[in-house]
């Protein structure tokens, strides 16, 4: 008779099986590591930056506001890249004095770093600028007054600012910073008619290349390994107990 608590044959067979398949869970997160290289759009909300919440040419700044655009690498646009350097309306706009019918927008313009940057190009230096324009004149009005020339996709993505970069648009990236696909929707994109949501994709070009729009969370793949060594652990279980 066996003693209780030994394992037999089979039973190891099953222990053994599921120690290996305890790293795929792991590895199955870390291959959704991927971001968007894109323009992201900005509002200064007393002291602190806030993403925002319409496209340039939506939205409608007020006399005095601040705004802000930054290029970066991003996997959602809750952790995207916020504009660096000064953002003060009075330091921005000190040379450009207020005139009758007609309003000013500080924009700061943030280039991001040389690690996000398309390959063989080299970010500009960031840049503020105080745009004198219309009072009913819209953020992309108001960028492209200071800013040209910019560039916009088919969808009316922008794409670039002061010609930067010279090539790409939204494009998805690896988690090592190469290219990985085209045509994928960054997450919060700013488009000329307003700002997308994360998980959307430009109808032409997601049923071209097959992107799916995923958000960058737990992949199916994930939750099947998870079930596997949930159910493996259990007949281990019930073998023990079966052969004590």
Do not use: H
């Amino acid at each position: 008779m066996r003693r209780a608590g030994r394992v037999g044959g089979s039973g190891r067979a099953v222990v053994l099986f599921l120690a290996a398949l305890l790293p795929l869970p792991a590895g199955a997160g870390q291959a959704q590591a991927a971001g968007y290289r894109y323009w992201s759009f900005w509002d200064l909300d007393g002291d602190r930056w806030t993403y925002a919440t319409q496209g340039p040419s939506v939205a409608r700044p007020a006399d005095g506001d601040v705004q802000g655009f930054r290029f970066a690498v991003s996997e959602e646009s809750d952790d995207s890249s916020q504009p660096r350097g000064a953002a003060d309306f009075a330091g921005i706009c000190a040379k450009t004095p207020a005139q009758d019918g007609s309003k000013r927008v500080a924009l700061v313009i943030d280039f991001g770093t040389a690690e996000d940057a398309p390959s063989g190009e080299t970010p500009p230096a960031n840049r503020t600028a105080c745009a004198r324009v219309a009072p009913d004149a819209s953020t992309a009005e108001a960028l492209a007054s200071v800013a040209e020339p910019l560039r916009y996709d088919n969808s009316a993505l922008l794409c670039a600012i002061a010609g930067y970069p010279e090539r790409g648009c939204g494009e998805q990236v690896s988690g090592t910073g190469t290219e990985s696909g085209t045509g994928a929707s960054a997450p919060g994109k700013e488009t000329e008619g307003g700002s997308e949501e994360a998980g959307s994709s430009d109808s032409s070009d997601s049923s071209a290349s097959g992107e799916s729009g995923d958000d960058g969370g737990p992949s199916l793949g994930l939750f099947a390994g998870v079930a596997v060594v949930a159910l493996l652990g259990a007949a281990a279980f019930w073998q023990v107990r079966r052969r004590g």
